[in-house]
């Protein structure tokens, strides 16, 4: 089954806003948020419509007694499809990538227990190898200053020394593979983007430029038409809301 | 094919004793007294699956080594072997047998809807970025740094007990509403606490536990599983085989 020529041919129909399919989903976040980013992503890949509801951070809404009525640990996003609620931004990527397995682009890859095990261990790599210093090397260089927090640059190093053993495993699987668990973009690939996107702007860039296999995949995911949508506030969150 | 939740605990424990061990030849690179390495067994057993295991030396760095770093290139146990498959992770080594198997042993996804998985999925999610971060540490500082001669940080103790506090009064509230935290039957949410849970209770920060009522029978319930009394028997389950 050639499923390269499948994936190309349902790329177009997230672009066409008429056929986007409002099933009322709301998400609860803020659009600078990282894991809101993860969920916006999902939801443009398949094209489907969804009503925004920001929550003010910088005012602690978060840890407001209403909103901890919607996330008890008090996190964005929060995903809202009629009378389920789900956070945790992987959860969120997930639930929708297996309700819309056939619309839009193709996230996971069903057809194979191997594959999608292989896709699962990449999801599981992002989330406990990755995340834990591409998230602080974020939150030192480009959220801390926004609150008028001073960047800590040891900890910055340390990271980033880490970050480099993780990139140069990553080096050796893209020399395989296009992207990380296979040849085609999954959701293991877009869980990285809204940590690649800050990082991207800060002096941790070098760390991707360093790797030639790493600086082309993470051109090609940034430069997806949904992810980038994903980064467009004015557009695709303020634009979405409707107050 | 649904499942419906009115499958006891019970009765999953008498499936497991009732059950012939299936062979699949798979093998599992690991150490019995690792967290993640019994979280594996844990979903093994409970599926009544045999496996071989291959011992990896954590003490020697056995781990860091070339023909070690060929199966996992992060340097970590265990590692799951289905013929050519090489798994790492051990929340996608579970999810993958959990699927794989899902009619065979105990029952440990919630494959009625969409829906239910949902659930599931956030929960387990919450277990690894909510609950782990924070009760690892603790396993790590109270538990494993004593094993190799390392002195226990009571500041970080303190810090990372107060973290799970949080994490734990959320619990206490949802066991209120549910049996187990996903639904009301035993799942692979409940079972990925397991590992950290067992060696906390053997340390201070098992106070944490005791003084909420709905948590502390969720725990002795979980613990209490046979399945999950043999992972962590290493003679039988590791050294035996």
């Not at chain 1, 398949?46 to 005012?59: A, M, N, R």
């Not at chain 1, 040891?154 to 980033?160: G, P, Y």
């Not at chain 2, 844990?42 to 009544?48: D, N, P, Q, R, Y």
């Amino acid at each position: 089954m050639d499923w390269t020529k499948k994936v190309y041919r349902l790329v177009p129909n997230w672009k066409r806003e008429s056929e986007v399919k409002n099933l009322g989903y709301k998400v609860h976040g803020n659009p600078f948020s990282t894991s809101t980013r993860r969920v916006l992503a999902v939801l443009l890949e398949k094209g489907l419509s969804y009503e925004s509801i920001t929550v003010d951070l910088k005012s602690g809404e978060h840890k407001t007694e209403s909103f901890l009525s919607l996330n008890p640990f008090g996190q964005i996003p929060v995903f809202v499809d009629g009378n389920i609620k789900l956070h945790e931004s992987r959860a969120i990527t997930q639930y929708i990538a297996y309700v819309h397995s056939t619309r839009g682009t193709q996230l996971l890859y069903l057809q194979s227990h191997e594959t999608m095990a292989i896709l699962t261990v990449w999801m599981e790599i992002e989330a406990h190898q990755f995340d834990p210093f591409a998230s602080k090397l974020t939150w030192e260089q480009a959220i801390k200053p926004i609150y008028g927090l001073e960047t800590d640059q040891v900890v910055v190093k340390e990271n980033e020394a880490n970050l480099e053993k993780v990139l140069d495993i990553y080096e050796k699987r893209l020399g395989k593979y296009r992207f990380l668990a296979c040849n085609t973009f999954t959701l293991a690939d877009l869980h990285h983007l809204p940590n690649i996107q800050y990082l991207l702007g800060t002096p941790t860039k070098r760390l991707f430029e360093d790797r030639p296999k790493v600086l082309k995949w993470v051109g090609e995911i940034t430069g997806r038409e949904a992810w980038k949508m994903a980064c467009d506030h004015e557009k695709y969150w303020f634009g979405k809301q409707t107050k | 094919m649904s499942y419906t939740n009115s499958v006891s605990m019970d009765d999953g424990n008498m499936v497991f004793n009732l059950m012939p061990n299936a062979d699949f030849g798979y093998k599992v690179h690991g150490d019995p007294f690792s967290t993640n390495t019994r979280r594996v067994l844990a979903v093994l057993l409970e599926k009544g699956i045999s496996y071989e295991p291959i011992t990896v030396d954590l003490k020697t760095g056995e781990h860091k080594r070339e023909s070690y770093l060929s199966l996992n290139p992060f340097g970590q146990v265990p590692v799951f072997e289905d013929g050519n498959i090489k798994l790492c992770e051990s929340r996608a080594i579970t999810q993958y047998i959990a699927y794989v198997h899902s009619s065979r042993g105990t029952q440990l996804l919630n494959l009625q809807s969409h829906k239910t998985m949902a659930t599931l999925t956030m929960w387990m999610e919450f277990e690894a970025h909510q609950f782990d971060p924070f009760a690892s540490v603790l396993t790590w500082e109270q538990v494993i740094k004593p094993i190799y001669g390392l002195e226990t940080d009571q500041t970080v103790v303190e810090e990372n007990e107060t973290g799970l506090e949080n994490v734990l009064n959320v619990y206490e509230k949802r066991l209120q509403e549910s049996r187990f935290l996903a639904c009301n039957t035993f799942t692979l949410v409940d079972l990925h606490h397991l590992p950290n849970i067992q060696y906390l209770l053997g340390t201070p920060t098992k106070k944490l536990f005791e003084n909420r009522p709905k948590v502390r029978t969720w725990v002795d319930d979980i613990t209490g599983r046979e399945a999950w009394k043999l992972a962590c028997d290493h003679d039988k389950s590791w050294f035996g085989k």
